[in-house]
């Protein structure tokens, strides 16, 4: 693990050409997980509620439809709040996600999300910088900031696919071979972390695994906690999802602990 304590809120924003190499490693992990299940496993149950791993791999392969083009993006978005009004924006971009490849075979899932793998690294290389500025959530950035489509394409569509890649490994059993962008996702999440923080106390954060490092949380005052945590399983928690391991206290307020294990971003 390293020993250089990093200050998170001076973590700098992922650029396109960065997020694109992470992109090609991310989805052609992802294509190579895919192509070892089995097939009665597509139908296994996911963390994500009322998911199968059929339906994990038809919201991949839409996402990557949406980072092909922003009208598709914007238009799913619309679709997916006219179906499904009683879900969030999100979700029911997702769920529209799901639908529009109900009828494809497996291998159809499969082979597209393969071509679509080195077109989405060239999209995200030479996205627009006056597209990055279009709103597309009122609130979903850190901060409660608006959710824009620059830090949609460079963060968090490559941040959703780098967390469905350990979904699957959990819900197929079958092992996920760390990428060249973990390391990247991870300093994109702890960027994060250290916005919603904001104004908290002092924090020093050491995950472990393959998702390894030491930083620091805050601005005010001195050391209040040091706590550790397994790298991937403090990612799942801050998605949401259920960690097969805690966040333990090394020194410091136990106080401290409960805000950490509190803590939540967008994935």
């Known amino acids: 693990m390293s020993t ?4 998170a809120t001076d973590i700098p924003a ?18 190579d997980q895919l192509a070892a299940l089995p097939s009665a496993l597509w139908a296994a149950g996911t963390d994500c509620a009322g998911w199968t791993i059929r339906d994990m791999a038809s919201h991949l392969l839409g996402a990557q439809e949406d980072m092909r083009s922003v ?10 709040h006219r179906n499904y009004p009683q879900l969030s924006l999100l979700d029911a971009a997702n769920q529209q ?28 290389s030479a996205f627009p910088t006056l597209a990055t500025w279009i709103p597309v959530d009122k609130t979903m950035a850190p901060g409660g900031l608006p959710l824009r489509l620059g830090y949609l394409f460079t963060t968090i569509y490559l941040r959703d696919a780098w967390m469905h890649s350990i ?17 990247m996702v991870a300093r994109q999440v702890l960027r994060d972390v250290a916005v919603v923080w904001a104004q908290g106390p002092n ?7 393959n998702v390894c490092g030491t ?7 001195g050391t209040a906690a040091r706590v550790t945590a397994d790298g991937i399983d403090f990612c799942r928690r801050l998605s949401g999802r259920p960690p097969n391991t805690g966040i333990s206290l090394l020194t410091g307020d136990p106080e401290v602990l409960g805000l950490v294990e509190d803590l939540r971003v967008v994935f």
């Open 4 to 7: 250089t304590t990093i200050l």
């Open 14 to 31: 992922t650029d396109r050409h960065e997020a694109a190499v992470g992109y090609a490693s991310v989805m052609a992990g992802l294509a």
């Open 71 to 80: 009208r598709r993006t914007l238009l799913r978005r619309r679709l997916g």
């Open 97 to 124: 996600q799901i639908d529009d490849h109900s009828s494809d075979t497996h291998d159809d899932v499969l082979t597209q999300y393969r071509a679509n793998t080195p077109l989405v690294a060239r999209r995200v």
């Open 167 to 183: 979904d699957l490994s959990l819900a197929s059993g079958l092992p996920r071979v760390a990428t060249g962008a973990d390391a």
């Open 203 to 209: 924090v020093e954060l050491e995950l472990t695994g």
């Open 215 to 221: 930083w620091r949380l805050g601005r005010m005052g």
